[in-house]
Every structure is written in C-alpha cells, then in structure tokens.
T-cell receptor, first 113, second 115 residues
Framework: KNQVEQSPQSLIILEGKNCTLQCNYTVSPFSNLRWYKQDTGRGPVSLTIMTFSENTKSNGRYTATLDADTKQSSLHITASQLSDSASYICVVSPYSSASKIIFGSGTRLSIRP | DAGITQSPRHKVTETGTPVTLRCHQTENHRYMYWYRQDPGHGLRLIHYSYGVKDTDKGEVSDGYSVSRSKTEDFLLTLESATSSQTSVYFC??????????????FGEGSRLTVL
C-alpha cells in the first residue's frame, strides 16, 4: 500500500534555530514530491515541488531534499521565525493519477520566542 | 492567492440532515477536488472533477455526492449527514493536463460539525 509517513508529529523550537522535518514514502514510481505549509485555520500552501530526478529545491529559508533511492525527503528550515509556526505536509504524486495523490499527516511545528 | 472561495466556512447541523458545501473558483482551472482533513490523517480525497459534468470517486466517497454544472462551481453534498462526517473540508483546484505534476491550490476550508 502506498504510504507517506512524516516525523516527528510535532516539534517545538526556539526562534532563530534551524530544524529538519522528515518524510518517508513507499509510493513508486512517483511523479513528484511536494511540501506544503498549512497555517492554523487555513488551507495548505505549496512550498516546494520536486520531480523524482531532483534532489534539492529551495524557497527562501526552506530547503527540501529528496533521496529517491531511500525514498526519503526532508524539509530544512533555517533561522526560524514565529511565522513558521504551522503544520508542514509532505505530498507524493504517482504518475498521471489525480485520485492517487497521497498526503502525509503532517508535522506540527511551533516556534517559541 | 488563487481565487477559491468555499461556503459556508462553518456549519453545525444535526444527524440526518442534508448539507451542501460549495466551492467557487475564478481561475478557470479544469480540475477541482474535495478533500477532508481529520486529526491524525492526511488529507483524503472524497471526489474530484476533470471537467463540467465529469466527476469521479476518491478514496472516501461513501456518503458523499458531487456535481459540477459550471467550470467555476463544484458542490459537495452530504445527503444525510452523520457524526463521522464531522470534519474540515477543503476544495482544491489544478490546471495541469497531468494533475499529478501540477500544483494544487486550496481553499480556506469549511468546518462541518454534525451533532
């Protein structure tokens, strides 16, 4: 069964610190892997999207990496800010299948001043 | 921000009553989706549409129906709401010919409570 597992479930760090969120998946083959940010009470917003042939993608202080061999992705947040407090969702898309996109359950990140 | 509006944003209803959630887009995107989000679960696909009057079931479609009579509107109906359908519902849109490669744009969500 295709799955996307994220860890940790929740994380608390101090403002200004770095952190790394993990995503393990079993979807194969896949078209792309995305990371979304979801603020409380809002819809998810895309941060990065990587095809299977890419191994890193940056968006400001957010850097996503992908290891297709080990089926792992990570999202690294540099110099965290209070506005980074949110849930971060890993999403894996199989080829040409609108109905089979798989969402992880997310990591809840809290940034403390 | 993508032009996606969900209504209502919040609704409380009783078991057995019908409920319709509306998703309206101004982007003229071809694909529209309804997801539900529950604690401990990733977003799960209920139904999706790939054009006017063209819809298909997702992973958790039981108890739900959809309709798309215009490109811009996608309706989700719970014919007889149950407590297990208490959830936050998200509409999403995509414009890619291959939706697995395109970006999904989400609405703000509709929180439904069934008592």
């Amino acid at each position: 069964k295709n799955q996307v597992e994220q860890s940790p479930q929740s994380l608390i760090i101090l403002e200004g610190k770095n952190c790394t969120l993990q995503c393990n998946y079993t979807v194969s083959p896949f078209s792309n892997l995305r990371w979304y940010k979801q603020d409380t009470g809002r819809g998810p917003v895309s941060l990065t999207i990587m095809t299977f042939s890419e191994n890193t993608k940056s968006n400001g202080r957010y850097t996503a990496t992908l290891d297709a061999d080990t089926k792992q992705s990570s999202l690294h947040i540099t110099a965290s800010q209070l506005s980074d407090s949110a849930s971060y969702i890993c999403v894996v898309s199989p080829y040409s299948s609108a109905s089979k996109i798989i969402f992880g359950s997310g990591t809840r990140l809290s940034i403390r001043p | 921000d993508a032009g996606i509006t969900q209504s209502p944003r919040h609704k409380v209803t009783e078991t057995g009553t019908p409920v319709t959630l509306r998703c309206h887009q101004t982007e003229n995107h071809r694909y529209m989706y309804w997801y539900r989000q529950d604690p401990g679960h990733g977003l799960r696909l209920i139904h999706y549409s790939y054009g006017v009057k063209d819809t298909d079931k997702g992973e958790v479609s039981d108890g739900y129906s959809v309709s798309r009579s215009k490109t811009e509107d996608f309706l989700l109906t719970l014919e007889s709401a149950t407590s297990s359908q208490t959830s936050v519902y998200f509409c999403a849109i995509s414009d890619e010919a291959d939706p697995s490669t395109g970006e999904l744009f989400f609405g703000e969500g509709s929180r439904l409570t069934v008592l």
